[in-house]
């Protein structure tokens, strides 16, 4: 049912009972905040290169805290990494996911970050399919991303869990490419439909040729590779053309949109640029 991805006071129990020990600390109001539900999902798109239709959004999770206000991922999802917390908030952000690109039109997607941390738990793909099946959203719409430090551990059983969630026709997406200990063997050995480069080389595009011979060579080896390429951070048109040009498949960043709550996405027409 749609409400499914709204509950989540059922599945917490562990985390709220750690509750006493940590008050007045960010980690408790953390445990709090994941027993209230103070989450949400805001989504951006991307979009194909070739004609600029929109073909999906990246769902990304803020935190609405009581006092301090809209509190950005990079400031509590390693305190949650850390306090085994990721694991229930990672539930409820694929279960919410899920919900709501099931009321979207057919054709555009869901992209879903997981953490390394959830990668450790058996019942992953169980709490995957539970998503899916709960929503009704058809795994072919949903995307995984999942960065490098992923594969670095357990990456034999990795492989096989990745290998489970692409026969049941889930998507998966190599995240920030080029940051991490970028070993080109991953992409060989791993199952990915597309690599997402990091904002970092877009950054400098414009400007700095090198930009320009590693995003074209990454290009290269994922067509040999049967992969897709996602441009991540892309601010400006001259961004957007030099990346085209480049032949890049995807394209996401503020030229195209902000992430934004779902209640304010326009959902009429499939438009491309804001600018
Ligand atoms: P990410 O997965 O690399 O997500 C892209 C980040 O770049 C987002 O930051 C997005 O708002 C930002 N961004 C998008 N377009 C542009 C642009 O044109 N210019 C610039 N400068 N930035 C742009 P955000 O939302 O703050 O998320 C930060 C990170 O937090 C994400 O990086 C991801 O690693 C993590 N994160 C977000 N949501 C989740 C989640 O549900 N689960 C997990 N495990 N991690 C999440
Ligand atoms: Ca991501
Ligand atoms: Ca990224
Ligand atoms: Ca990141």
């Not at 229930?88 to 997607?109: F, I, K, N, Q």
Request: charged residues 25%; contains cysteine.
């Amino acid at each position: 049912s749609k409400s499914a991805g709204r509950n989540c006071f059922t599945i917490y129990d562990e985390a709220m009972s750690a509750e006493l020990e940590a008050r007045n600390t960010l980690e408790g109001d953390l445990r709090d905040a994941i027993a209230r539900c103070q989450f949400e999902l805001h989504y951006q798109p991307f979009v194909d290169v070739t004609d600029g239709g929109r073909r999906g959004f990246e769902a990304l999770v803020r935190w609405r805290h009581p006092s301090r206000g809209l509190i950005p991922p990079d400031q509590f999802i390693p305190l949650a990494e850390e306090a085994g917390l990721i694991v229930p908030l990672g539930e409820w952000v694929l279960r919410r996911a899920c919900a709501d690109a099931a009321t979207w039109p057919a054709d555009l997607m869901v992209a879903v970050n997981l953490s390394p941390i959830q990668f450790k738990e058996a019942e992953l793909f169980e709490v995957i399919s539970a998503a899916l099946r709960d929503s009704g959203l058809p795994p072919e719409r949903l995307e995984i991303e999942i960065t490098e430090s992923v594969l670095l551990e357990r990456g034999v059983e990795n492989l096989a869990f990745m290998e489970r969630l692409k026969s049941i026709g889930v998507e998966l997406a190599l995240d920030d490419f080029g940051t991490g200990y970028s070993s080109l063997s991953y992409l060989t050995a791993f199952p990915f439909d597309k690599i997402k480069i990091d904002k970092s080389f877009i950054r400098n595009l414009t400007h700095q040729p090198r930009s320009s011979a590693i995003i074209s060579s990454i290009v290269t080896l994922a067509r040999g590779l049967d992969m897709a390429v996602t441009a991540e951070g892309v601010e400006t048109r001259e961004e957007f053309e030099r990346l085209a040009a480049l032949g890049v498949n995807f394209a996401q960043g503020y030229l195209f949109g902000r992430p934004q709550p779902v209640d304010r996405i326009e959902f009429g027409a499939s438009v491309q640029s804001s600018q």
